[in-house]
């Protein structure tokens, strides 16, 4: 019976049969000369989708996030960021490292956004003791949060009224996209635009819930993606038959923008499935990650929790928090089972 049920992240997902289809059947060049037509379209593809002049296909996200932080910043400028964003948190303080930017991260509030008065703040008058406060990036979704599009407004039209650029990091961007759309009973492809229009330059994961294997993209204007460009070759980015990889990337954009619902209704039903449990603490997800604090006498308890449900081949992360993903490759049937692991554990 047991298929592993990996709730870990919407990372592991294997690239389906027509995935693997459209791979083999790519028109491959060599990158580097600009000569790959597979990576091409898919630049051209994403770029008129969130409505930019030109994209650029990198190997990850954190990439991504490198190279534009680098296209916007020079030496001793700095960004302004999220204390738990990925582009401050998670990428080995690339910025300041490859780049010597700085960054000024601030705290989130409950929602997730950075306090407008927090932005304004934190942006430094044109003075030599100060770094140069020259960019505002933002993440969406933040720890599977929407970010409300008025904020979003709001906080970009602050940051173009300051000077400065401004930069998403919209690893999941197809997620806000397609909750947003939920929400408005609008469209996720038009939703991912009206949002990624608010910047300057966004970041999309196709190796996330869209189920590609490897790859990201930049977003922005031919200036700007053409100092990306350097950047990312600088930091040895540039492919050569890359188009194998960019096949993927399209095809997942062609197929699985509109099924992430799917994700957010199984994380739905998996928080739904915790609830009434004594010793936990489900917060109500908004889109495919599903966030568990263990509390009271449970609270130490979750990594014999983990190792509990390994046994029964479902794997997840964390540590007081535990965090569960849904993508691709995880149905109901997997769900409920982790569900009926969780229980049984709580009432053993
Ligand atoms: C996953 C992720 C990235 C980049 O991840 P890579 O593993 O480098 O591709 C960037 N930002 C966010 C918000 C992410 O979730």
């Not at 956004?113 to 008058?125: F, R, V, W």
């Amino acid at each position: 019976m047991s298929t592993l049920v990996d709730l870990r992240s919407d990372t592991v997902t294997q690239p389906t049969p027509g995935m693997r289809a459209a791979m083999a059947e790519a028109p491959l060049g060599d990158d580097v000369f600009g000569d790959d037509p597979s990576v091409n379209a898919l630049q051209e593809k994403i770029a008129s989708l969130l409505g930019f002049e030109a994209a650029l296909f990198v190997p990850t996200g954190t990439q991504s996030n490198l190279c534009a932080i680098l296209a916007h910043c020079q030496r001793g400028d700095e960004y302004i960021v999220g204390q738990m964003q990925h582009c401050y948190r998670w990428e080995g303080g690339g910025a300041a490292v490859f780049g010597s930017v700085q960054p000024q991260p601030l705290e989130h509030q409950g929602d997730g956004t950075l306090a407008l008065a927090d932005i304004e703040a934190a942006i430094k008058p044109d003075d030599p003791h100060f770094a140069r406060s020259r960019l505002l990036a933002l993440e969406n979704t933040l720890g599977g949060k929407l970010l409300p599009f008025g904020y979003i407004e709001q906080a970009t039209a602050l940051a173009a009224s300051k000077g400065l650029g401004r930069h998403l990091d919209g690893a999941r961007l197809f997620n806000a996209a397609v909750a947003q759309a939920a929400e408005s009973g609008g469209d996720a492809r038009a939703e991912a635009r009206r949002i990624a229009q608010c910047f300057d330059t966004v970041s999309v994961c196709f190796s996330k819930g869209l189920g590609a294997p490897v790859g990201s993209a930049l977003c922005g204007s031919r200036e700007l993606i053409a100092r990306a460009r350097r950047v990312r070759k600088m930091a040895g980015g540039a492919m050569r038959q890359a188009g194998v990889l960019a096949a993927a990337a399209s095809y997942a954009l062609d197929h699985n923008v509109v099924r992430l619902a799917d994700d957010h209704a199984l994380a739905q039903r998996l928080a739904q499935g915790l609830g009434g449990l004594t010793g936990l603490q489900v917060e109500p997800p908004q889109t495919n990650i599903v966030f568990v604090d263990l509390v009271g006498p449970a609270r130490d308890e979750s990594k014999v929790l983990l190792e509990h449900l390994a046994n029964q081949g479902i794997l997840a992360t964390g540590l007081y928090r535990l965090r569960f993903a849904t993508h691709l490759d995880v149905d109901a049937a997997g769900v409920d089972r982790a569900i009926s692991a969780i229980r049984q554990f709580f009432k053993g």
